[in-house]
C-alpha cells in the first residue's frame, strides 16, 4: 500500500482527507508537504495494517486526539488517551487568565485539580518554571497520561491522587485552578461525547456537584489573597459567581471565551484579617 492508496482507502471509509493525513504524518513523523511530495512511497506491511485500523476507528466516530494518541495544546504535543478528557482550546482561556495572576519570578505554590491529561498544570509551568505546580487527579489512569506527559514537558510537577482538595490535605496554595466535569447529566451534549470518560464531563444532575465541592473546600487550602479560577459551562457563570461569593470570595468575575460565551469563573480569598473558614 503507497500514501495515496491510503489516502483513498480513507476517502472510501468517509474519513476527512485532514484526519488520514494527520494520521499518515504521525505514522511517518512527517509534515503534511512531505505526504504531498512522496504519495507513492509505500507502507510495510505493519504500517499499513495500522493505518487501516486507525482510519477504521475514525470512520466509526472515535475522536482523532484519541485515534492518534496525542493532542496539541498551547504549542504542547500532549498524549491522551480514553482515560482523559481532550484539552479544549476553550481551556486555554483558563491558563490565560491564570498566568496573569501568577508572578513570573516568584515560587508560589499553584495546584490544578482534576487535572486529567495534565494540559493545565504543564502550560502554567512551563510559562512560570519558578512557580510550584501540583496536580491531582481522582483516577489512577488519568495521572499515568498526566505523569508520561510531565516528563516530556514539565518534569519539575508534583502529583497527587484522589478527590479535589483530599490528597493535599494541610496545604496551602496562592492560586487554584480547575477545569471540573459541569455537564449536566441529562445534556443531549453527552451522546456526541460518548468516546470520552463520562466522569470528566460531567457529575450527573445539574452539572453543578464538582464546581459546588471544589468552592465549598477551598478556603482552607487557600492563602490569604489567593485567586480560585473556574471552566465552567456557558449558562453557569451567574451560578458559579454565587457558589464563589457565598463561600466568601471578593473580586468574583467571570471571562468570554472566543466564541463570546461565559467560560471561567473566579475569585479572590480576602485578606487575612477577613479571610473566612
Given amino acids: 500500500m503507497r500514501i495515496l492508496d491510503a489516502l483513498e482507502q480513507a476517502r472510501v471509509l468517509g474519513v476527512e482527507r485532514l484526519d488520514a493525513q494527520l494520521i499518515l504524518t504521525r505514522l511517518f513523523d512527517k509534515p503534511r508537504a512531505w505526504l504531498v511530495a512522496h504519495g507513492d512511497e509505500v ?3 505493519q504500517q499499513a495494517q495500522q493505518v487501516l485500523a486507525q482510519l477504521t476507528r475514525r470512520a466509526a466516530g472515535e475522536p482523532l486526539a484519541y485515534v492518534i494518541g496525542h493532542a496539541e495544546f498551547r504549542g504542547l504535543d500532549l498524549l491522551v488517551s480514553p482515560a482523559v478528557l481532550i484539552p ?11 498566568l496573569e495572576l501568577l508572578p513570573a519570578d516568584m515560587a508560589v505554590e499553584v495546584i490544578d485539580l482534576g487535572t486529567g491529561s495534565g ?11 519558578q512557580a510550584r505546580v501540583t496536580a491531582t487527579d481522582a483516577s489512577a489512569g488519568a495521572l499515568d497520561i498526566a505523569r508520561a506527559n510531565a516528563l516530556r514537558h514539565a518534569p519539575t510537577v508534583a502529583f497527587a491522587q484522589g478527590d479535589w482538595w483530599a490528597p493535599v490535605a494541610g496545604r496551602r496554595y496562592a492560586l ?8 449536566a447529566g441529562d445534556d443531549l ?3 456526541a461525547l460518548g468516546h470520552e470518560p463520562r466522569a470528566a464531563l460531567t457529575p450527573e444532575g445539574d452539572g453543578l456537584a464538582a464546581l459546588r465541592r471544589i ?3 477551598a478556603p482552607p487550602h487557600l ?5 480560585l479560577l473556574l471552566e465552567h459551562g456557558h449558562d453557569q457563570g451567574a451560578a458559579v459567581r454565587q457558589l464563589l461569593a457565598q463561600r466568601g470570595f471578593a473580586t468574583t468575575s467571570t471571562r468570554a471565551d472566543l466564541a463570546g460565551l461565559p467560560r471561567c469563573s473566579g475569585g479572590r480569598r480576602p485578606s487575612a484579617n477577613k479571610s473566612a473558614s
Avoid: C, F, M
Wanted: glycine share 2%; charged share 25%; proline share 11%.
Fill in 88 to 98: 479544549r482550546p476553550e481551556t486555554e482561556l483558563l491558563v490565560e487568565w491564570a
Fill in 223 to 227: 492563602l490569604p489573597g489567593a485567586w
Fill in 43 to 45: 507502507l510495510e506491511t
Fill in 215 to 217: 468552592v465549598d473546600d
Fill in 119 to 129: 494540559a493545565i498544570a504543564l502550560a502554567l509551568q512551563r510559562k512560570r518554571p
Fill in 176 to 183: 487554584a485552578v480547575s477545569n471540573p466535569p459541569y455537564i
Fill in 189 to 191: 451534549h453527552l451522546q
